[in-house]
Nanobody
């Protein structure tokens, strides 16, 4: 059974940090590009960051560039999202997703989605 399980969300004060994890199982993890997305209430889901299968290539949307960092440990089949200097507007459900092709991730059509983890940032 394919699974992507996010963890590490919670309530944090503005300016604080959280580290999200995405644990994968049931597929060949290191063959997939992984992305972190989020969806705030009443808003569309947005791609925040992605990382190549090897971990050597990363990309960030401007809204999180310089504050968030994506990394992966292929031996543990896990991807991380370190989130620093959090702002109330970062409040959302955060999802990880896996795609064999970068274009599918960018098109919001990955093969697999996680169930999401809630991040709430207080002002």
């Amino acid at each position: 059974e394919v699974q992507l399980v996010e963890s590490g969300g919670g309530l944090v004060q503005g300016g604080g940090s959280l580290r999200l994890s995405c644990a994968a199982s049931g597929f060949t993890f290191d063959n997939y590009v992984i992305g972190w997305f989020r969806q705030a209430p009443g808003k569309d889901r947005e791609l925040l960051a992605r990382i190549s299968w090897s971990g050597s290539g990363t990309y960030y949307e401007d809204v999180v560039k310089g504050r968030f960092a994506i990394s992966r440990d292929n031996a543990q089949s896990t991807v991380y999202l370190q989130m620093n200097n959090l702002k109330p507007e970062d409040t959302a459900v955060y999802y990880c997703a896996a795609a064999k092709l970068l274009m599918k991730l960018s098109a919001y059509q990955p093969e697999y989605w996680g169930q999401g983890t809630q991040v709430t940032v207080s002002s």
